[in-house]
């Protein structure tokens, strides 16, 4: 499927997504690979990324940013708190920011907005906090406008984001019980009036049930709208 010219993009599983901008940057999303089950194992050793977005600080979503980071000397945008726990970890590039705020990063224009969901990373037997949860707006060289909701349930204020940034693809979270479901990712869709979705955040374990099939039955009355159901390691260009 064309999604745009010039740009691919990666499932790795989860939450988890590699973009190759038009400007030829590597992006990535949630970077949670060798621990994540379903991350085929060619793509768990990340040797080239440019900026790494990191939604909130739980481990299946913070996952290998450090190492990547450390590796490739990518910019870690994230917030405030989250961003000031890595430098402690010896992440020197952190780009911090928060919901509402816009900033412009190895060519990039993100902009962070709400998430509802929880947020907090554990050490050594405690939870740190870590900000609060987010989800990304990308725009990309060419305008292209990517909304990644990081984990969420649907929230009234989507129509908002619909409205304002104008994503031309979303991903969202459909696998239940630490998420939303089909049936409000479905909500989700009208809220955001956006014509593509990639379905994310299910399958890895067995406890996250939501299935594209049951997000298609549950927004079939949608014109227009195309659900990208993409198996762990496909590219979409």
Same mark, same amino acid.
């Not at 910019?75 to 919901?99: D, H, R, S």
């Not at 947020?119 to 707006?137: H, K, L, R, S, T």
């Not at 990517?146 to 009234?156: E, L, Q, S, W």
């Given at each position: 499927m064309n999604l745009n010219h010039d740009v691919s993009i990666t499932w790795l599983g989860h939450a988890a997504f590699r973009l190759r901008t038009p400007g030829g940057k590597e992006l990535l999303i949630d970077p949670w690979l060798t621990e994540n089950p379903s991350c085929p194992?060619?793509?768990?050793?990340?040797?080239? =990324?440019d900026l790494i977005l990191v939604t909130h600080g739980h481990g299946d979503h913070?996952?290998?940013?450090?190492?990547? =980071?450390?590796?490739?000397?990518?910019?870690?945008?994230?917030?405030?708190e989250l961003c000031y726990w890595l430098g402690g970890k010896g992440i020197q590039? =952190?780009?911090?920011?928060?919901?509402?705020?816009?900033?412009?990063?190895?060519?990039?224009?993100?902009?962070?907005?709400?998430?509802?969901?929880?947020c907090g990373i554990m050490e050594d037997g405690q939870v740190i906090?870590?900000?609060?949860?987010?989800?990304?707006?990308?725009e990309l060289e060419n305008g292209f406008r990517i909304y990644h909701a990081g984990d969420t349930n649907v929230f009234g204020d989507m129509k908002?984001?619909?409205?304002?940034?104008?994503?031309?693809?979303?991903?969202i979270p459909i696998g239940d019980l630490y998420t939303m479901a089909p049936r409000e990712a479905a909500y989700a869709c009208r809220l955001l009036d956006c014509k593509k979705i990639i379905p994310?955040?299910?399958?890895t374990f067995p406890v996250l049930t939501g299935t594209p099939q049951v997000l298609?039955?549950?927004?079939? =009355?949608?014109?227009?709208?195309q659900i990208l159901e993409m198996k762990p390691g496909e590219t979409l260009k």
């Amino acid at each position: 499927m064309n999604l745009n010219h010039d740009v691919s993009i990666t499932w790795l599983g989860h939450a988890a997504f590699r973009l190759r901008t038009p400007g030829g940057k590597e992006l990535l999303i949630d970077p949670w690979l060798t621990e994540n089950p379903s991350c085929p194992s060619e793509h768990k050793g990340v040797e080239k =990324a440019d900026l790494i977005l990191v939604t909130h600080g739980h481990g299946d979503h913070l996952g290998d940013t450090i190492p990547i =980071a450390q590796r490739t000397g990518a910019t870690v945008v994230g917030m405030p708190e989250l961003c000031y726990w890595l430098g402690g970890k010896g992440i020197q590039k =952190a780009a911090p920011m928060n919901k509402g705020g816009s900033q412009v990063v190895e060519g990039i224009r993100v902009t962070m907005v709400h998430a509802d969901h929880s947020c907090g990373i554990m050490e050594d037997g405690q939870v740190i906090y870590a900000g609060e949860p987010v989800g990304f707006i990308i725009e990309l060289e060419n305008g292209f406008r990517i909304y990644h909701a990081g984990d969420t349930n649907v929230f009234g204020d989507m129509k908002i984001i619909g409205e304002l940034y104008r994503p031309d693809l979303a991903m969202i979270p459909i696998g239940d019980l630490y998420t939303m479901a089909p049936r409000e990712a479905a909500y989700a869709c009208r809220l955001l009036d956006c014509k593509k979705i990639i379905p994310m955040h299910y399958s890895t374990f067995p406890v996250l049930t939501g299935t594209p099939q049951v997000l298609r039955q549950e927004t079939a =009355a949608i014109e227009g709208l195309q659900i990208l159901e993409m198996k762990p390691g496909e590219t979409l260009k």
